[in-house]
């Protein structure tokens, strides 16, 4: 029985082959392409006029004179145009106007507003962040500003003023501590970060 069945099966494939191959039915064309020969162009009889329909498939068309340039030596990358908030400075009091305001209650506690050297408005202590850290917590109690969170760690304060979630930075740097307010990480317009480091002014217990 088991000679039969390998028997059979030999005569089952070797009977195939003339059904595939490469001399049988059907075969596999895919490298016919490599023994292919180039032959010239048919040529119309004398007299015939050429069909205005024949379009040539296989024509490559040539490149613009722009490409053919050399690329620059040395590539510069764009810079993009600096992302800036929403201009709301004219209806902000000018950091001399505010100081003025507040110059001796600031001169008390070492405090004064500032622009830092982005351009921001911030709120700079002649102190340690320590020192600052918890005057900035009394001072938002006093004001009533809500506090949402605090990191001492991160050195932020997570605030909400008048339903806007904002967040405080206190930063020491060079023997100062500069407050910035944020918000979506990144800086406040100037009239509301104006106002609200005004209020933490304010509100510093003598």
């Known amino acids: 029985m088991k000679r039969f069945f390998i028997a059979g099966l030999t005569v089952m494939l070797t009977g195939c082959s003339w059904i595939y191959g490469r001399d049988a039915i059907l075969h596999d064309r895919a490298d016919e392409y490599l023994s292919a020969k180039q032959v010239p162009r048919i040529t119309l009889p004398e007299g015939v006029p050429p069909n205005k ?6 024509k490559i ?3 613009p004179e722009d490409a053919q340039k050399p690329l ?12 800036l908030a929403e201009d709301k400075a004219s209806d902000a ?19 004064k507003l500032i622009e830092d050297e982005t351009g921001s408005v911030a709120l700079q202590f002649n102190k340690g962040f320590d020192e600052t850290w918890d005057t900035v917590g009394e001072s938002l109690k006093a ?8 990191n001492r760690s991160l050195e932020t ?3 909400e003023y008048e ?14 501590t500069m407050v910035t307010v944020l918000k979506d990480k990144q800086v406040a317009v100037m009239g509301l970060s104006q106002e609200i480091l005004q209020k933490i002014i304010d509100a510093i217990p003598r």
């Open 93 to 111: 009091t000018s950091l001399v106007e505010m100081n003025a305001f507040a110059g001796q209650k600031g001169a008390e506690v070492g405090a």
């Open 157 to 159: 304060y997570d605030i």
């Open 72 to 83: 620059p030596e040395e590539f510069e990358i764009p810079v993009a145009p600096p992302l």
């Open 143 to 150: 004001a009533n500003i809500k506090v949402v969170d605090l």
């Open 53 to 58: 329909d024949e379009e040539d498939y296989l």
């Open 163 to 176: 339903k806007i979630p904002l967040q405080l930075t206190v930063k020491e740097s060079g023997g100062v």
């Open 61 to 63: 068309e040539s490149l």
